[in-house]
């Protein structure tokens, strides 16, 4: 057997086995046959590297870790779903579906499980994979194609059982088994780092890695659920596609069922309900979708969740446990948090051993004593609260808990200000503060300084090489490789972060300072009040502030008093000398749109009319209900009937969807208005 031939064989070996791995849940190979069978292969592709091909299933991991994710618009919008929350909201889903179609007979639907993992959009272009990306904002998603490449359940050629089409768009969820993903965490924990907190978590922190071979690393797997674009080719139900998907070698969810009717639908949503903690990954709900693509049409979409589909949404899972101690936490506004240290215990398949306790006042309110027995619950991402106590199963040794009159990492005293329910401590200085504020201000939403984390603000504070957040711009590489698990390779890394991050804007600074009361999105009110111009915020007065909307009493006294503190000052001061600069903002009333009144009709497929609202006014222009001659567009989805006709009539220009997202953009590219 030639070489050539050899390689070939290992490779459709390879691809059965995966196949049977992943499609057909099915494997008749170990784990480790067939990382031997992938060891043979790269052996034989390394000696005859002419006969790589990109899709052998040596060629999952890509070469050179990325510097941001590009982005992709999706030529059909990811939609989402609307939710039912139990059987009666089922039912009028239903009813509503039947309505719409003005049906009285039953309806046949499919419903399947709701994974609970990352939306993703795969994009087949003549049966190879050429690239995928997030579900993003549902418009447009960052460009992942690097890291799902190295999904082994994801095909890179589609097999031909069914003819490929020229162009297929395939959308699925990625997520972890609750076994790997407790394997996973262990072995991060062994190495010190930190854990992910629930499955979701983890696998959208997997997905968003820059580098492909730290994505390769961790146990994702897909299963796909609906489509985007396809060409030449028709289906005619849902249930057809998703027939069709195991032949070009996808994963569906073998859980999916068919069925006619209301009762169906409650029953399915029972059944997995009842289980939900068996199943190996983590379910938050059904999905319920009517089968038949005609009737999808004809049901169509409802600002952005199609009229033909629902989640139905499980109930927060709830188990009980032991309070085997409380801890305070020291958050960066020096705000003492107690913790409730608990016996470990699985929760919808996830081990939890701490739980909020957010105050002084909900202890006292839930009277949780350590030593009691608690119900706790967990919803999806949220950390687990406790929901009460089991005051029957309280010990006599119980013990009544009180936050302490001191800070427990700087033993400076804590106060508690009349009617506010949240202790502090006091002391700016405070080491926990000191890092908190750190952390905040190199967090993605903030400066967004990657690899800027916990564990090296820890190491920096602690060795008194950081004391405030100016100081980061002043570290020096030499200081950064001398710390542990530090070489001068990510030393120089690190230092071109920091250095990256000195072009921001002024909303993103606002809110890294961590001005009380301010969030994010006072920080971007604040950046358009003041056009981008810090000086002027930071000479601002009580009555410019509660002038701009949104801006109340309390916050503009916050401001104020920040400004006004004269370390704060010299922090920003700092900042400054060292070279942070603010992108330019796009006054609205520069904007060519200023002024003008826009009418949006008709079914809107790719923003909310909300969300167009918004658009619009953030360049000045207005958004209205009615079309009159002081109307200047008016932007029509399918389905436009008599504003459309009226606009016509009045000679007013109609632009469609597209048509205004392109006007939008382009006034974006003055300024850096999101
Ligand atoms: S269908 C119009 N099917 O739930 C169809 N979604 O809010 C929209 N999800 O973003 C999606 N399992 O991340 C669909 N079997 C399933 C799903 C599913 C999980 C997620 C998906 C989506 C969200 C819907």
């Not at 796909?224 to 396809?230: E, V």
């Not at 701009?548 to 916050?555: A, Q, R, S």
Request: aromatic share 6%; with cysteine.
């Amino acid at each position: 057997m030639s070489v050539a031939e050899k390689i070939s064989r290992l490779r459709k070996t390879l691809l059965e086995h995966n196949r049977r791995y992943y499609v057909e849940d099915d494997p008749i190979i170990s784990d480790a046959e067939y990382d031997r069978l992938l060891r043979d292969l790269e052996e034989l592709e390394k000696r005859h590297p002419e006969l790589i091909t990109p899709d052998s299933p040596t060629q999952r991991v890509g070469a050179a870790p990325l510097k941001a994710f590009g982005s992709i618009t999706h030529r059909q919008p990811l939609l989402s779903l609307a939710n039912a929350m139990n059987e009666e909201e089922i039912y009028a889903f239903d009813a509503s579906v039947k309505k719409g179609l003005e049906l009285e007979t039953d309806i046949d639907y499919v419903a399947e499980p709701k994974l609970d993992g990352l939306a993703v959009e795969l994009v087949y272009e003549n049966g190879y994979f050429a690239y995928g990306s997030t579900r993003g904002d549902g418009t447009t998603g960052e460009d992942i194609t690097q890291n799902l490449r190295t999904i082994r359940a994801i095909p890179l050629k589609l097999r031909d059982d069914l003819t490929p089409p020229q162009l297929l768009e395939v959308r699925g969820e990625v997520f972890m088994n609750k076994v790997d993903f407790e394997k996973m965490n262990t072995r991060r924990l062994e190495r010190g780092e930190a854990p992910f907190a629930n499955p979701r978590n983890a696998s959208a922190g997997s997905l968003r890695q820059l580098d492909a071979r730290i994505t390769a690393g961790r146990p994702l797997r897909i299963y796909c659920y609906s489509k985007g674009h396809i060409t030449d080719m028709a289906f005619t139900s849902h249930h057809e596609f998703l027939a069709a998907l195991p032949r070009w070698g996808f994963p569906v969810n073998p859980l999916i069922e068919r069925g006619r009717g209301a009762e169906f639908l409650v029953d399915f949503f029972h059944r997995m309900e009842a289980r939900r903690n068996e199943l190996p990954y983590e379910i938050d709900g059904v999905v319920f979708k009517v089968d038949s693509l005609a009737q999808q049409d004809q049901l169509g979409v409802r600002s952005r969740n199609p009229r033909w589909a629902i989640a139905g949404k499980f109930k927060a899972q709830q188990v009980t446990t032991v309070v085997n101690d409380i801890e305070v936490q020291v958050g960066r506004t020096g705000a003492l948090t107690p913790v409730a240290k608990l016996a470990p215990v699985t929760v919808g398949g996830v081990v939890v051993s701490n739980a909020t306790l957010h105050n002084q006042d909900e202890i006292r309110r839930k009277d949780i004593r350590i030593g009691d027995t608690v119900l706790i619950q967990r919803a999806g991402d949220v950390i687990p609260e406790v929901v009460k106590v089991i005051t029957a199963k309280r010990p006599p040794n119980a013990k009544v808990y009180l936050l302490p009159d001191d800070c427990p990492v700087c033993g400076h005293r804590v106060s508690r200000p009349e009617g506010e329910v949240v202790a502090r401590c006091q002391n700016m200085a405070c080491p926990a503060q000191v890092k908190g504020r750190i952390e905040h201000f190199a967090a993605k939403n903030c400066l967004n300084i990657e690899g800027f984390g916990v564990k090296l603000v820890d190491q920096l504070v602690e060795k008194k090489l950081l004391s405030d957040v100016a100081g980061i711009y002043e570290l020096t590489r030499a200081q950064l490789a001398g710390l542990e698990r530090m070489g001068e390779k990510s030393a120089a890394n690190i230092i071109a972060e920091i250095e990256k991050s000195k072009k921001t804007t002024l909303a993103r600074f606002i809110f890294a300072l961590g001005i009380r009361n301010v969030g994010e999105h006072a920080a971007k009110l604040l950046e358009q009040a003041f056009s981008g111009d810090l000086d002027r915020l930071r000479r601002t007065s009580f009555d410019e502030l509660i002038a701009i909307p949104e801006i109340g009493d309390i916050m503009a006294q916050s401001i104020l008093d920040f400004f006004a503190d004269a370390s704060n000052a010299g922090i920003i001061d700092r900042l400054l000398a060292q070279g942070i600069t603010f992108k330019a903002v796009l006054k609205p009333e520069s904007s060519a749109l200023a002024g003008k009144t826009f009418v949006f009709t008709g079914s809107l497929e790719k923003f909310s009319r909300s969300e167009a609202k918004v658009m619009v006014e953030k360049r000045g222009a207005r958004a209205s209900g009615s079309v009159s001659s002081k109307t200047d567009y008016l932007v029509a989805g399918p389905g436009a009937g008599s504003k459309l006709a009226r606009a016509r009539e009045l000679g007013i220009r109609i632009l469609s969807e597209a048509e205004f997202l392109q006007m939008i953009k382009n006034q974006m590219s003055e300024g850096a208005m999101p």
